[in-house]
């Protein structure tokens, strides 16, 4: 699963160091800054031509509201830069048939409505509010290329433990558990009964399994064949967005109370998309049959993924000699959270405190107040 999603973990977290160092928030708010028609529909294509890593997508999400984005444009990007890109729709293709990668696309497009729908309604924190409102208090410096990787790295490191669990629980899931065990969680044979316990379940298996994006379709094809309904398996595929290391990221970007928020929005939406786009595809009699194919241990490599991966490795030598050789000195417009490893800009940080005479800079109020507790032990 590494080996499939490194290139895009690389190429995910790059894009984001670009975003944080070069995007104005003027930019950001004339591109994103509202959740128009227009605008989601531009924050939806922008999605699906960027990453399709989880991670990195919550990342790039992140920085576009530290920029001044709506927040839910912004979360309407996330989505879509995990579920409607082109190599999860032709993956699926492979593994589940056309039906499935159809499906992406219309219980996508579902999805994205009834966020659009819910998101403005729900309170957000007041430091996001003002985000979104700030102006810059003073004039930036042009970044460079060795600001990008700084963001990129601190990125990286702020969710290093989240990842390393995430990879270790899915490989494990994947290898360990037996198939008999996911067809014993499905109802079935019990008309939209089981269509309803299965689209509801369906995330939470990805809650558990720790899979994401392109990662998940593997497993989602040892579901289908195990038993679970087309409603289910396609919002256990767009589930990843609350796989638990994901749930723990969100909690360290907005808070425990937003994050919950949001995850009960996700697992609302994804199971009202699942059972939308099956009984659509039910009425335009297009349900695809069971088949043979068991594809629980199954390896999604090509020559394809083998050199995206060589490219992003080259990628990621030249990130870590840019972030290696950059400013770090006193008057560099950047500061390293010493709590999450994350990069913050000094002008606009979201907490500073001054110790021993050298002032620290924190990507949040919980980052200052756990720094402010290390140094009074």
């Given at each position: 699963?590494?080996?499939?999603?490194?290139?895009?973990?690389?190429?995910?977290?790059?894009?984001?160091?670009?975003?944080?160092?070069?995007?104005?928030r003027?930019?950001?708010l004339?591109?994103?800054?509202?959740?128009?028609?227009?605008?989601?529909?531009?924050?939806?294509?922008?999605?699906?031509i960027?990453?399709?890593c989880?991670?990195?997508?919550?990342?790039?999400?992140?920085?576009?509201?530290d920029?001044?984005?709506?927040f839910?444009?912004?979360i309407?990007?996330?989505f879509?830069?995990?579920n409607?890109?082109?190599?999860?729709g032709?993956?699926?293709?492979?593994?589940?048939?056309?039906q499935?990668?159809?499906?992406?696309?219309v219980?996508?497009?579902?999805?994205i409505?009834?966020?659009t729908l819910?998101?403005?309604?729900?309170h957000l924190?007041?430091?996001?509010?003002?985000?979104?409102?700030?102006?810059?208090?003073?004039?930036?410096?042009?970044?460079t290329?060795?600001?990008?990787?700084g963001?990129?790295v601190?990125?990286?490191t702020?969710v290093?433990?989240e990842l390393?669990?995430?990879?270790?629980v899915?490989?494990?899931?994947?290898?360990?558990?037996?198939?008999?065990?996911?067809h014993?969680?499905?109802?079935?044979?019990?008309g939209?009964?089981?269509?309803?316990?299965?689209?509801?379940?369906?995330p939470?298996i990805?809650f558990?399994?720790?899979?994401c994006?392109?990662?998940?379709?593997p497993?989602?094809a040892?579901?289908?064949n195990?038993g679970?309904?087309?409603?289910?398996?396609?919002?256990f595929?767009?589930?990843?967005?609350v796989?638990l290391p994901?749930?723990?990221?969100?909690?360290?970007?907005?808070?425990?109370?937003?994050?919950?928020?949001?995850?009960?929005?996700?697992?609302?939406?994804?199971?009202?998309?699942?059972?939308?786009?099956?009984?659509?595809?039910s009425l335009?009699?297009?349900?695809?049959?069971?088949?043979?194919?068991?594809a629980?241990?199954?390896?999604?490599?090509?020559?394809?993924?083998?050199?995206?991966n060589?490219?992003a490795?080259?990628?990621?030598i030249?990130?870590?000699?840019?972030?290696?050789t950059?400013?770090?000195?006193?008057d560099?417009a950047?500061?390293?959270?010493?709590?999450?490893?994350?990069?913050?800009?000094?002008?606009t940080?979201?907490?500073?405190f001054?110790?021993n005479g050298?002032?620290?800079?924190?990507?949040a109020p919980?980052?200052m107040?756990?720094?402010?507790?290390?140094?009074?032990?």
């Open positions: 699963m590494f080996f499939d999603t490194f290139w895009a973990l690389v190429l995910g977290f790059a894009i984001s160091g670009a975003i944080q160092a070069f995007t104005s003027e930019k950001a004339a591109a994103l800054g509202n959740h128009k028609p227009a605008t989601i529909v531009k924050a939806s294509f922008l999605g699906a960027s990453s399709s989880s991670y990195a997508a919550s990342a790039i999400a992140k920085s576009l509201i920029k001044g984005a709506d839910t444009t912004a309407v990007f996330m879509a830069s995990t409607l890109v082109f190599e999860l032709l993956v699926m293709w492979t593994l589940l048939g056309w499935f990668a159809i499906a992406e696309f219980g996508g497009f579902l999805m409505i009834l966020l819910i998101l403005p309604k729900l924190p007041k430091k996001i509010r003002l985000l979104a409102m700030a102006e810059d208090s003073m004039p930036k410096k042009k970044s290329w060795h600001d990008a990787a963001f990129t601190g990125d990286l702020m290093r433990t390393v669990i995430g990879f270790l899915a490989g494990l899931a994947d290898t360990l558990i037996p198939i008999s065990w996911w014993n969680l499905f109802l079935s044979g019990h939209i009964f089981s269509t309803i316990e299965n689209v509801i379940l369906g939470f990805a558990i399994s720790f899979v994006s392109v990662g998940n379709v497993l989602s040892a579901l289908w195990s679970i309904s087309f409603g289910g398996t396609i919002s595929i767009f589930a990843d967005l796989a994901l749930v723990l990221i969100y909690k360290k970007f907005f808070g425990l109370k937003l994050s919950m928020k949001l995850v009960a929005v996700f697992w609302f939406t994804m199971s009202i998309s699942g059972f939308l786009t099956e009984k659509l595809f335009f009699n297009l349900l695809p049959t069971k088949h043979a194919l068991m629980h241990n199954l390896h999604i490599g090509n020559n394809f993924t083998s050199w995206m060589l490219i490795l080259m990628v990621s030249v990130i870590i000699v840019l972030y290696k950059r400013n770090e000195g006193i560099s950047y500061a390293k959270d010493v709590i999450c490893g994350m990069q913050v800009e000094k002008a940080a979201a907490a500073t001054e110790h050298e002032m620290y800079y924190f990507c919980g980052c107040e756990g720094f402010k507790s290390s140094v009074s032990v």
